[in-house]
């Protein structure tokens, strides 16, 4: 399993040197975008409105917009600077919990832990303390540039880092329209949805849920590729070589001289007949 983080977890005097490792993975089937006319994969470039021209990655910056069309520029090194300082603390705990005290709304992502080296011993004295007591460490953490708070639990005798959001990024629930305040329910209707409740209870079994789309849409390519419904993208056209430089030149021309609209011409002005000039002159 992929290390992406190595820190130290404490609480107290107590340090567990640590390797964090994603618990999650997304299963999402990733569908590609292609030109319907020639079956090649859609681009996505970066682009400056005002240049007017596609930029590249070293052309760049980070900046903060406090205002309309008005930034505070960062440079990197500070940003790098602000991150590595704060990395390199350790991630300690600060409270214990009941885990039935914190809102799932609160939880973000979860993370394996596994000890380093020289940390076993620590480690399981964490874990084994946690189970006993029943009870899950606050702690804050940086992953991916970011300060994340975070809780540490026991799942299936090994230690879990589960972020969670602050509070000031969970919405407030009194933002949520048309939420009805009337909250009262009719005796018989409630006591029927009980009984309903009660028919479908039974133990949580996560092997029983399977994502049905994922699978039907799975399904359904394997079918077309079997069926040989493929398609394979077109080749970008080669550029014209030097030696046919002067057919591109006279077919470039041809095509400019079909698209180009023909001038009106001017409309002719009515001269008077003879006899209308001998009629004038008598």
């Not at 640590?18 to 470039?45: F, G, I, W």
């Not at 409270?95 to 620590?122: R, W």
């Not at 994922?214 to 590729?225: N, Q, S, T, V």
């Amino acid at each position: 399993m992929h290390t992406m983080w190595k820190g130290t977890i404490s609480f107290g005097l107590v340090n567990i040197p640590v390797k964090m490792h994603a618990a999650t993975e997304n299963k999402d089937v990733k569908l590609r975008q292609l030109h319907k006319e020639c079956q090649s994969p859609v681009k996505y470039e970066k682009v400056c409105p005002v240049c007017d021209r596609e930029i590249q990655s070293e052309e760049i910056v980070k900046a903060y917009e406090y205002a309309k069309n008005k930034f505070v520029m960062l440079d990197e090194e500070d940003l790098e600077a602000l991150q590595k300082e704060q990395a390199d603390k350790a991630v300690e705990i600060v409270d214990f919990v009941k885990l039935e005290e914190i809102d799932p709304i609160y939880f973000e992502k979860s993370y394996y832990l596994s000890p380093n080296e020289g940390g076993s011993k620590a480690y399981v004295l964490l874990l084994n303390a946690l189970k006993d007591t029943g009870k899950i460490g606050v702690a804050k953490m940086i992953i991916r540039s970011k300060e994340q708070l975070a809780v540490i639990r026991v799942y299936e005798n090994t230690l879990v880092a589960e972020t969670i959001h602050y509070p000031d990024e969970v919405r407030n629930v009194r933002d949520v329209p048309n939420v009805p305040e009337e909250t009262a329910t009719a005796k018989k209707e409630l006591d029927t949805a009980k009984m309903l409740i009660d028919q479908l209870t039974t133990e949580f079994n996560p092997e029983k849920y399977k994502d049905d789309y994922r699978i039907a849409l799975l399904d359904l390519i394997e079918a077309k590729k079997n069926n040989e419904e493929i398609t394979t993208a077109k080749d970008k056209p080669a550029p014209k070589s030097a030696d046919n430089l002067m057919d591109a030149l006279q077919e470039s021309l041809e095509r400019a001289k079909k698209a180009k609209p023909k001038p009106k011409q001017p409309a002719k002005r009515k001269t008077k007949t003879t006899a209308q000039k001998k009629k004038t002159a008598t």
